[in-house]
């Protein structure tokens, strides 16, 4: 039985200042919660809540006039997709259901949404050895479109083993499920949508050795009455005047014109395809022949067929990790809720795609996961996730209709810590080596609890075709509440500063952004924000590389030591052992392998033990499938016998980023003392 919720307070909460005592790491980690993917079935808000203390995902919900979400799935399901290994798109909402991912088997199941108190999960789907993801219910057919990835011999199969296809899946007459294959043949695929006629089907799809943000094609196809592609074709091929383009989220508006984010201009912004398949008189890819069926026709991709609606020097998504994510949403009244990154700060805003007029809503840290709600006959709202600066994430619905521009929030996120004033962050450009700005940003600590001697953690983002934010983070809170200052690295490569910046990366992975670190220690230590041999380094994944490739330098004047989370020390192996996804990624990073092999070599950690002389913490998970733990152990086993100061924390449980709480604080805790003992830390 739901418990009885009191309705949220008018005004915000109040936060503390300063802590008297630092943030515990228990605390920290216990802190944790996040939100992400918000659906609706029109009026019910959806969305996947993260629980650190668990490691797991639960989709939860908000009934019209409740103030409080409350959970739908059983807290001891996880709803988790694990393709591509990073997942995404682990549920959707339709036809008076809930379709969901079950971490625990990557099997469908559905859940009754007019029985949420005590409905329970009746499975829908199973395939051995495959995972699901970037669910969509398809109205028009009644059935769930879903990525398949089919690992041929077992969950844990080489990458070459490995197949992705798009399905659609539907219920029978019998109740007997339907599983139908709607396109197969290239090495990926994402964001299938249906047409609100049923009559076509958009998706993304990308072939070896491309990644999604790399190069990636829009497709489009007819679909017959029974919903099954009759003609495909690809609106765009991966290029764009001599250069790579990448293309994110298709949606078609409700008169069946398609819409997408592509950044052939240099950034991430929306464009909308002008012709209508089968639309008579327009410049079409298919043309009606004499027996009634299609004929394919060259498809022109020129300014006349495809038309920019808000030309910005500013990313209107960010890199597609993950499946499922929701840049923007088409709203009724033919207006668009976007969000966009410009600087390391998001806006969300409501866009005017006939004069291009953009209202900005709301401005802050961090925008994600847009939907669209139904508050009345005539009335909607576009709903968001924010997370600002100083204080844990929040569910915010925006009223767009004419003259209104009312924002409020819907649910907050709870938390025990609370630090409004006591920390502050501020965007950066520093000089870097090559003449060039790198950017980041700088978090310092209160001056009452700043160490005597300063002391600077210079935090390196994973990817490395990522980026780091200033959204409310407890674990940053952790170290600037001890006096630290922190600053996140946002080194060549990073998005939210355009492709030019996110390509300087190109063939130069293990250099280019080691040099930004060094660049970075050279300036921080002239601008005050640590001394000499009191900075240190701390990265995962990708950051965690870039940790080893800068203590394997000999010219790292200033930095004490790091911690490497998960991070690549062997190459030649990643490419190798490393699962599908990421097992070309290499190729635009370091080079063709074996061609570039003494090049890899060059830039392996495992490979320039004799350089390594700092103070080194790993930290790993026994399940990771994208850097194994053995390579991880053997870097460090073979640092300890040549003497170093090195340590290395396990946790059996965790795969490729740590969910538990119990484990994040640990982590927390051992970097914390080992950064004591070794380079002389106030306690």
Request: net charge negative.
């Amino acid at each position: 039985m739901l418990k009885r919720v009191e309705p949220l307070p008018e005004t915000e909460p109040e936060t503390a200042t300063v802590l008297s005592q630092p943030i515990s790491a228990a605390d920290a980690s216990r802190a944790g919660r996040q939100w992400a993917e918000v659906r609706t079935d029109g009026q019910q808000i959806f969305w996947l809540e993260f629980d650190p203390n668990r490691g797991a995902n639960q989709v939860v919900s908000l009934l019209p006039g409740q103030a409080r979400p409350h959970p739908v799935t059983p807290e001891g399901v996880s709803v988790c997709s694990r393709v591509h290994e990073y997942g995404g798109g682990s549920f959707a909402v339709g036809g008076g259901w809930l379709w969901f991912v079950n971490g625990a088997d990557q099997s469908i199941y559905r859940q009754s949404l007019a029985r949420q108190t005590d409905a329970a999960p009746e499975p829908v789907w199973s395939q051995e050895g495959c995972r699901y993801g970037d669910l969509v219910f398809d109205k028009a057919h009644q059935r769930l479109l879903a990525v398949e990835e089919q690992h041929q011999e077992s969950g844990d199969a080489a990458q070459h083993d490995v197949v992705n296809r798009l399905v659609g899946i539907g219920l029978g007459a019998e109740g007997i499920p339907q599983r139908r294959v709607l396109a197969e043949g290239e090495d990926f695929y994402a964001s299938p949508r249906v047409s609100h006629d049923g009559r076509q089907l958009a998706w993304i799809s990308w072939n070896h050795p491309d990644q999604p943000w790399l190069s990636s094609r829009l497709q489009l196809a007819l679909l017959d009455p029974q919903g099954l592609p009759s003609a495909v074709l690809s609106l765009t091929d991966g290029h764009w005047l001599g250069q790579s383009e990448a293309v994110v989220q298709p949606e078609f508006d409700r008169d069946g014109r398609l819409y997408f984010l592509s950044d052939r201009s240099g950034y991430w912004n929306l464009y909308r395809y002008l012709c209508r398949l089968g639309e008579a008189g327009s410049e079409l890819c298919f043309a009606a022949n004499v027996e009634g069926g299609l004929d394919e026709q060259p498809c022109p991709t020129t300014a006349a067929v495809v038309e920019p609606l808000c030309p910005r020097q500013a990313d209107f998504c960010r890199a597609p990790w993950q499946l499922g994510q929701r840049a923007y949403v088409l709203l009724d009244d033919g207006q668009i809720g976007c969000q966009w990154w410009r600087n390391a700060e998001a806006g969300l805003g409501v866009l005017d795609p006939e004069s291009g007029q953009l209202n900005v809503l709301r401005e802050g840290a961090a925008i994600h996961s847009l939907a669209q709600v139904q508050t009345a006959p005539d009335e909607s709202e576009l709903l968001a996730i924010c997370e600002p600066q100083d204080r844990p994430g929040e569910l915010v619905g925006c009223s767009v209709g004419a003259g209104r521009r009312q924002i409020r929030a819907l649910a907050r996120l709870e938390t025990l810590v609370q630090i409004k004033g006591g920390s502050r962050v501020e965007h950066i450009e520093l000089p870097g080596q090559d003449g060039m700005p790198v950017y980041g940003l700088l978090y310092r600590p209160d001056p009452v609890v700043a160490l005597s001697q300063p002391t600077l953690i210079i935090q390196l983002h994973g990817g490395p075709t990522a980026q780091a934010d200033a959204r409310f983070d407890p674990l940053k809170q952790f170290w600037l509440s001890r006096g630290f200052t922190l600053l996140d690295l946002n080194y060549r490569g990073s998005t939210g500063y355009g492709r030019d910046y996110r390509h300087r990366l190109a063939q130069r992975w293990g250099e280019a952004e080691v040099e930004d670190v060094l660049a970075a220690a050279c300036y921080a230590q002239i601008q005050g924000w640590a001394e000499a041999g009191r900075i240190l380094v701390r990265g995962n994944s990708a950051g965690g590389y870039t940790v080893l490739r800068v203590l394997s330098r000999s010219d790292t004047d200033g930095i004490a030591g790091g911690a490497s989370l998960y991070g690549i020390s062997d190459l030649e192996r990643l490419g190798q052992e490393t699962h599908k996804f990421e097992s070309h990624y290499l190729d635009w990073l370091i080079g063709d392998w074996p061609e570039q092999r003494s090049r890899y070599r060059q830039r392996s950690p495992i490979h320039q033990l004799e350089q390594f002389s700092r103070p080194l913490i790993f930290f790993q998970g026994g399940l990771d499938r994208v850097v194994p733990a053995t390579q991880t152990y053997n870097l460090y086993n073979r640092l300890r016998a040549r003497g170093l100061a090195v340590e290395y924390v396990a946790f059996s449980e965790e795969r490729h980023g740590f969910k538990l709480a119990a484990n994040r604080a640990q982590l927390l805790e051992r970097e914390l003392a080992f950064y004591q003992r070794q380079i002389g830390l106030e306690t």
